[in-house]
């Protein structure tokens, strides 16, 4: 019984630390894959609790199309259509600046090192824009997270196993 208990502790020990030191090593794998996701979620003009950021006004519109005359077609880098959602990308400087940081309890941020443009966009746009969506989070539990725990965990059993082979 005491060897059973032995390691059924072994079991619980990956549970508390196992599990999120393997969750953070495959996020620190992925930060790419994070900073996408962001820029994606912007690009479709979501903040992030998931609402709509403002719509381009008219005004805005006609001096994007200016600009995107007078440079030779590349600033702006997206369109930018009245009564559409704002993408927060005109140069790309903001996007072209993200980091993923992922941090020892296997939570992660994204910055921008541009954040004296990152805090104007946040209060113009009335809310946070740096943090994913709930269904963003949920894609990198499901194809990120949940894939390294399970392998963390079979490793696991199987150096469990080898002892009563």
């Not at 077609?73 to 400087?93: A, C, H, L, S, V």
Request: proline share 4%; glycine share 6%; charged share 30%.
């Amino acid at each position: 019984m005491s060897f059973l208990k032995k390691h059924i502790d072994g079991l619980q020990g990956l549970k508390d630390n196992g599990i999120s030191k393997a969750a953070a090593k495959a996020l620190r794998k992925e930060k790419p894959l994070l900073v996408d996701l962001l820029r994606k979620q912007q690009n479709a003009g979501e903040m992030s609790n998931g609402s709509l950021a403002p719509d381009y006004s008219s005004f805005t519109a006609y001096l994007a199309y200016k600009e995107l005359k007078a440079s030779g077609g590349r600033i702006p880098r997206k369109p930018k259509q009245k009564n559409r959602p704002w993408n927060f990308e005109w140069t790309g400087e903001f996007h072209d600046s993200f980091t993923a940081h992922v941090k020892q309890d296997d939570s992660y941020l994204i910055k921008s090192s541009n954040k004296g443009l990152e805090r104007d966009l946040s209060t113009r746009a009335g809310g946070e824009i740096m943090a994913l969506t709930e269904d963003a989070n949920d894609e990198i539990i499901k194809e990120v997270i949940e894939p390294a725990i399970a392998i963390e965990i079979n490793a696991e059993l199987d150096r469990l196993l080898s002892k009563f082979r």
